[in-house]
């Protein structure tokens, strides 16, 4: 056999070697870097609890949860609007005399144990404060706090009159606005005792705002 043929088959072997030592470490690599990453959560054998945590961990970011979306609507067919309200809130009729049905009432109270709305009819000759709304609400209450509030998506700030005993985390306040679109006019206020309740006067003031808030004039 010639030199040249000797030297080219030593060539050809070295370059198979070489190309064999290439590939070898490129499939380890591909190997580690396999192992290494986070595998994919099995949903097909996760129970039901797993599988809604994990969904509610992948919309936590995109999603802005609704805490009124499970409340319940009423709709007024005399003063012609709609509100929304908590579950747990009592719906009353205060017009004297007393509607045939309460989704004719004048004069509708909204509340829980710790905040109230009252939406009733345009205060007037023939229809005074008392029959709906407390005595002196609506006044011009210098003197009292000052509250700010949506109803059918406008901004309102209002006067009110605001009692405590914070020793005993007693509050109370109560203020009144008269929506824009003149059918109604909105007492509300909360009551609470962050002593001895369940709720603070911050989460009963966002509450009663929400109620407010929702207030909307029915075509």
């Known amino acids: ?20 030592i290439y590939i070898g470490f490129k499939l380890h690599g591909n190997k580690n870097t396999a192992d290494n990453a986070p595998a994919a959560p099995d949903t097909a054998t996760m129970t039901k609890t797993e599988t809604d945590a994990l969904t509610e961990t992948d919309t936590t970011e995109s999603q802005t949860t609704n805490t009124t979306t499970d409340w319940l609507t009423y709709s007024n067919f005399t003063l012609s609007y709609l509100v929304q309200y908590p579950k747990d809130a ?38 005074p404060p008392g029959l709906c709304f407390r005595t002196g609400v609506g006044a011009d209450w210098t003197n009292g706090p000052s509250d700010t509030v949506t109803a059918a998506g406008m901004e309102y700030t209002a006067n009110g009159m605001h009692t405590e005993a914070a020793s005993a985390g007693y509050y109370k306040d109560f203020f009144m606005i008269s929506p824009v679109d003149g059918r109604v006019k909105i007492e509300y206020g909360t009551s609470v005792n962050e002593k001895y309740g369940t709720i603070t006067k911050a989460q009963a003031k966002d509450l009663v705002h929400k109620v407010v808030a929702s207030y909307t004039p029915a075509e």
Do not use: H, R, T
């Not at 056999?1 to 064999?20: D, E, R, T």
């Not at 719906?91 to 509340?111: F, V």
């Open 1 to 20: 056999m010639s030199y040249k043929k000797v030297l080219l088959i030593v060539l050809a072997v070295i370059v198979l070697l070489a190309l064999g």
């Open 90 to 127: 009592k719906l009353e009729d205060l017009s004297d005399p007393a509607a045939a049905d309460i989704k004719e009432s004048p004069c509708l109270k909204i509340s829980n144990d710790n905040f109230y709305v009252l939406i009733g009819k345009v205060i007037s000759d023939d229809n």
